[in-house]
């Protein structure tokens, strides 16, 4: 982060040292790691995960050190960590909670405080460990080459003329890719991505009094009450292979069959038609199979159009035999056609355009691979390489603020000493 924006995070919370708490947003900066990823429930759009929390807000430092011992005062002032016991009860803080969570969600809170080494500020952070079910709007536009989005969204109670959540400037989110159950099913990626928004309000209320009184100052100024809400991402990609060998290659096999009915006399054509048929009912009963294990959506996947397109072949092929079969009976004596007669010749050229167009169709469906979902699943990748690079920048520009600190220190001694 570039040091514009550090300077501009010190400005906004040098009001609270002012005791302006209530007249300015309170800036609260957010740290989600996403402990474990559990089940990945296609179907019913949710995902299990454990992840820890932290989010942390500047406080005055004369409103914090009274509540201190001195030993905690020293400790503090050090720059070490402590403990805040039952800090909640009796002093301010965000009032967050999950946005997308189903069920009864598991928490651990906690409070602790510690001196900012970047800006020296005293921050009181909140620890919260939840575990639980989490709702997800599940794209499948591209199924099964997907990638799917898994987010946890925080928002606070409070509107946002009282607190505005950002994420962590000097702490990135992350994803722990070891603990990721459905590894046989998905990929997980590195890289996390932290979007601001704000909802509208709702029926949430938390003090009466309070929100009556917001609610007048937002109709007066004709504006709609908004919350803060900081949803953090991470990807998993779909492993494919499964259904391109079980998907795409079985209703493939069942089309390429439809092509050998050319191969009957023209004398058996009613069963060239029969065996079209059989094909197009197959490939239709496969379609439904396939289709229990996603949810119900509004739209076709490139599974489901790739489906509907051999079974658009299917049909032409029908059609066709329909339509030689007819013609060989009113223009032949007997239904007899032989290899001169210019019946054989269009049913010829029957087979070598409908072969072509399915060929090229082929064509054009693997470079759309190529070029959308492929491309996509790169773009991943590049990003899992930058962020891999932003974590190992934060991480030495960390270890050269500690060291420097550290010779700071050993030369105040060395000095106090002569």
């Not at 992350?174 to 603990?179: C, I, L």
């Not at 209320?205 to 908004?226: G, R, S, V």
Request: glycine fraction near 2%; include cysteine.
């Amino acid at each position: 982060m570039s040091s514009a924006v550090m300077e501009q995070t010190a400005i906004d919370i040098n009001p609270l040292s002012s005791g302006m708490q209530h007249e300015k947003a309170i800036p609260v900066f957010i740290r989600l790691v996403f402990l474990r990823i559990g089940e990945i429930d296609t179907l019913n759009e949710k995902y299990q995960a454990h992840a820890s929390i932290e989010s942390r807000w500047a406080v005055a430092s004369n409103e914090l050190l009274s509540i201190l011992s001195v030993d905690d005062q020293n400790r503090l002032m050090n720059g070490k960590t402590i403990i805040l016991e039952k800090y909640s009860d009796s002093h301010w803080h965000p009032q967050l909670f999950i946005e997308n969570s189903l069920g009864d969600l598991k928490e651990q809170i906690k409070y602790s405080a510690k001196r900012n080494t970047h800006d020296n500020h005293i921050y009181v952070c909140e620890h919260r460990i939840i575990k639980g079910l989490f709702w997800e709007k599940l794209e499948l536009h591209h199924f099964p080459n997907d990638v799917q989005d898994l987010s946890i969204s925080v928002t606070s109670m409070l509107y946002q003329d009282k607190v505005m959540l950002h994420p962590d400037p000097y702490n990135l989110s992350g994803v722990n890719r070891e603990a990721f159950v459905d590894q046989q099913e998905w990929s997980l990626y590195e890289h996390v991505d932290a979007e601001e928004r704000f909802v509208k309000d709702f029926l949430f209320l938390t003090d009466a009094n309070d929100d009556d009184e917001q609610q007048m100052k937002y109709q007066m100024n004709k504006e709609e009450p908004k919350r803060s809400t900081l949803t953090v991402t991470c990807h998993a990609a779909r492993q494919s292979e499964y259904f391109y060998w079980n998907g795409y290659f079985l209703i493939l096999l069942i089309t390429s069959v439809s092509f050998c009915t050319f191969g009957m006399p023209m004398q058996v054509a009613i069963n060239r038609l029969q065996v079209s048929c059989t094909l197009l009912l197959t490939s239709i009963t496969f379609r439904w199979t396939v289709n229990r294990s996603l949810p119900t959506v509004s739209y076709l996947t490139s599974l489901d159009k790739y489906a509907i397109i051999c079974i658009s072949n299917l049909v032409l092929h029908s059609f066709w035999h329909a339509i030689i079969s007819l013609l060989a009976w009113t223009r032949t004596p007997d239904y007899r056609v032989t290899s001169d007669m210019s019946l054989a010749y269009l049913d010829h050229g029957a087979f070598y355009v409908l072969i072509g167009l399915f060929i090229f169709l082929h064509v054009f469906i693997v470079t759309w691979f190529f070029c959308v979902p492929m491309r996509h699943r790169k773009k991943m990748e590049e990003k899992d390489v930058t962020y891999r690079a932003l974590v190992t920048e934060m991480f030495n520009k960390k270890n050269n603020l500690s060291s420097k600190q550290n010779n700071n220190g050993y030369i105040s001694s060395e000095v106090e000493r002569v």
